[in-house]
């Protein structure tokens, strides 16, 4: 463990000092300084699309705090496709950024380009999604939530909310999964399945899942199609707010109502999702905070300084019921 971490430091110092050369020499001439006289950072961003309320909110954070920080930012939206992403970071290295973050829109087949970002010297920092990789130096840091905590807390959550319903009988289960092959889907699916794996092998049953791309489009179509094939739905698990929204309208659609016929709970907490439970149509939510943009700029800096930051650095964030709905509401910031 330690001597990862010396040797990512070290890599990281190394990958700074690099950069640093590099661009002092592509910025020969140019006013590229920020007010305390030092070098602006260039940041190369590349975020996974724009499907949901989370994603909208992650992008204006992301946005506010590169602006705030001064930085140069580059930023492009990948529209949920990896190969958009992947493009992107090959621009971002042929331009020679001091610094690349992407939120990676599924887990595997990075090792290529991170290679190549590896082999000229720039430093890379995942925020939201993590990636799998048999190369640890490939990526510095996370900046992001524990998303199978989150499956857990969903899992704890909807125990309340079946107590609090006065629930009798057996619970089936309609789960609506984020993107195939993304980290949230997997990690929030693996979480969600301990708590029912640990406490309530008899009476939970998962007996629908699908994935509706966490977009509300694809929530409404695939909770359509789960109502017909299974009427007797009670719970729905949906792994964001968008797709339980979009959910809500084929129930009602259906003649039933969400919130009491079927029982909801989702994950993120994003303004649309808190009106939804506070008109009784969601039960609970699971928050998971976008605004990593102060976070993101912050380790973006102590990385292209050469300064070591731990592995992953996680969100903190809430669970809310029902009744706390209309008094969060309007703080909610995102
Ligand atoms: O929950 C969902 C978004 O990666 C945490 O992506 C993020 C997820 C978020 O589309 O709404």
């Not at 090792?111 to 010297?121: I, P, Q, Y």
């Not at 048999?134 to 857990?152: A, C, I, P, Q």
């Not at 009798?168 to 693996?190: M, S």
């Not at 109502?257 to 009106?275: E, N, Q």
Request: glycine share 10%; with cysteine; aromatic share 6%.
């Amino acid at each position: 463990m330690l001597n990862r971490r010396n040797f990512l430091t070290a890599a990281v110092g190394v990958a700074a000092a690099g950069t640093l050369a590099a661009c002092a020499k592509e910025d020969k001439g140019s006013t590229g300084t920020s007010s305390g006289g030092s070098k602006t950072i260039t940041l190369g961003f590349s975020q996974v699309g724009s499907e949901s309320g989370w994603r909208s909110a992650n992008t204006d954070s992301v946005k506010a705090a590169a602006k705030e920080a001064g930085y140069n930012l580059k930023f492009s939206d990948a529209q949920q496709k990896q190969e958009n992403q992947i493009s992107a970071i090959r621009s971002y290295i042929a331009q020679k950024v001091d610094v690349i973050a992407f939120s990676p829109v599924v887990v595997t087949g990075w090792d290529a380009v991170l290679k190549e970002a590896k082999a000229a010297k720039i430093p890379v920092v995942l925020t939201d999604r993590s990636v799998e990789t048999s190369d640890d130096s490939l990526y510095v840091t996370l900046v992001g939530s524990d998303f199978t905590d989150e499956g857990r807390r969903a899992g704890k959550i909807l125990e309340k909310v079946l107590e609090k319903a006065g629930h009798k009988g057996p619970v089936k289960i309609a789960q609506l999964e984020g993107t195939t092959g993304a980290a949230p889907a997997i990690e929030r699916a693996k979480g969600f399945k301990e708590v029912m794996d640990a406490d309530h092998k008899d009476d939970w049953k998962i007996v629908v899942s699908q994935t509706g791309d966490f977009t509300r489009a694809g929530g409404k179509q695939v909770m359509a199609a789960f109502l017909q094939s299974n009427p007797d739905i009670n719970v729905l698990f949906a792994h964001n707010d968008d797709m339980a929204i979009g959910a809500i309208q084929s129930i009602e659609a259906a003649g039933k109502k969400p919130g009491k016929d079927i029982l909801i709970v989702s994950i993120d907490g994003v303004k649309d999702g808190f009106v939804a439970m506070s008109e009784g149509k969601i039960n609970a939510i699971v928050e998971c905070n976008p605004l990593l943009g102060p976070q993101l700029m912050e380790v973006v800096k102590t990385v292209h300084d050469g300064g070591s930051v731990e592995r992953w650095i996680k969100t903190k964030e809430g669970d809310f019921m029902q009744d706390q709905a209309k008094a969060a509401l309007p703080t909610r910031k995102y």
